[in-house]
């Protein structure tokens, strides 16, 4: 089976989160970037499960500029085959499903997966964008992924519950936990990774749908107030009169 | 502006569905909601603003590939100018769809309602709930995808026609083998109030004073991460980065010390109760109300005071 995995870069969960240029940019200043948590635990390690028992290819791709070759290394250290990066600012999802699409469709992937999400921008855009272009099913925030020759069969969170659904390859798969577990490289997995193939392809253009135009952060939260354990009636009181919630 | 808005089938008295009404009213044009299946109370929503609905009764059940063509035979239909969504797990698979088959910039996870002044941006939440991004669009046609719980529901006492609509779905790519959804819960995105408990309840027995408290306020019940993981709570319930995310106005937490990835599903609340046995938990932090006690002397007695509340009101 060939698998396409798209994996993002994504500060770190405990990094700062700061803004500067005018509140248009992120502050990068001592953030350390990791493989989004959902693209490398869940989409990646998945895919690399289905290869042992079922044999196959696993290329993972990213855009981004030549920084973002950290996240490609350790994508292919967990055990990933080859990998392309498009060399490009990912400027909004549009831009980067676009690349993404293109090279898919070039490459006949029997099944394209991602996370169900970044933690950065929380979107949840690319993957529906990538199968809208190939014009294939999508199955989004799947926890469980098998495969029957052609068939997939997945189970996914919907609104208040859980389905079981089956789809036909080719298709685009958002994964969510459950999926698999974390895998840590190994030595020898970070030694091959040096020596797997990575192919730079140039973007190609694309319009403008949507640009982040500034940030804010939220208001400083005011102190907690402190409640007494034996008079539960306060609280009540304060969440009814000032704060208002019951 | 010209709204359509889509909403799940079966959804019409919903309160999500309610926010993305209003909002689609107040972007000053005719709203249009499109639907499939049971047209049945779908008339309601026009005492939020909405002018006509349009349902596809052909499907009861529809994929997202199949939402996307009904979805944008409606755009078609009715000129729409913004289409809006309440940002759900259909949403987040049918809007990037639809994003690319009418060459419209997504909105994903919208907090406000659009600056239209010098351009047309929205306000939207980033970096898990960390931060903001103000999001420009610079197609013709928008998509804007609302946060449950981002504003309220207004009554403007109108009534909608309801219309049939031939939304040319197609044939469906994805069979559904097996569908399970827990009877009488209410679900953790649409609910107002919710009730959480982590570890330091210390074994699944020990729940009947969480679930009491949430009966008591009509909320719904949730847990944090290693809870759901070692299986003490279903998987549906675990709110954090890697769980659900969810922005009730009132979260109540016990014995959850307040990891930054437990904040990240939880720090859109209004306003947040922590009761720890930690005066030190990080989780007061980002409280608006706390309790250093005993979860299990502080939760019986705060079910109890709100009885007398419940009671007396």
Redesign the interface.
Known sequence: MNILVCISKSPDTTSKIAFTDGNTKFDENGVQYIVNPYDEWYALVRALELKETIGGNVTIITVGNTADESIIRKALAIGADNAVRIDAEPTDAFFVATQIAEYAKKNNFDLVLTGKETINYNGSQVAGMVAEFLDVPFASQASKLDVNGTTLTLEQEIVGGLQIVEVSTPAVVSCAKGMAEQRIPNMRGIMAARTKPLEVISPSAVEVYTSFESYSLPDAKKACRMIDPSNMAELVDLLHNEAKVI | MKALVYI?TNHFAAKASFEAVTYAKKLGGEVTVVAYGNAAGAEALGVYGANKVLVDSSINEA???QI?RLVASAVEATGAEVVIFSH???A??????????L???????AIALPETGNGF?CKV????G??????????AVKIISLLPNSIQPENVGGTATVEAFNGNVGAA??????????EGSI????AD?VVSAGRGLKGPENWGIVEDLANV?GAATACSRPVADIGWRP??E?VG???V?IRP??YIAAGISGA??HL?GV?GS??I??INSDSEAPF???????????AF??LP??T???K??KNAN
């Open positions: 799940n994929d997202n590939q996307t759900d797990l259909v987040k698979a049918v809007a990037p769809r639809l994003s690319v088959r060459k419209a910039g997504l909105i994903s996870g941006t939440n980033v970096f898990s960390k931060a903001f991004g103000n999001v420009a669009v610079k197609t790519a994805i069979k559904v083998v097996d569908t399970k959804k827990p679900p953790l995105p649409e109030l306020l998987h549906h675990h980065q890697t769980g995310a106005n009132l930054i990835q990240a720090n209004k306003v109760v922590v007061f932090k980002a409280a608006d109300y706390g309790i250093v006690g005993d002397e502080v007695k705060l109890e005071a709100l007398n509340f």
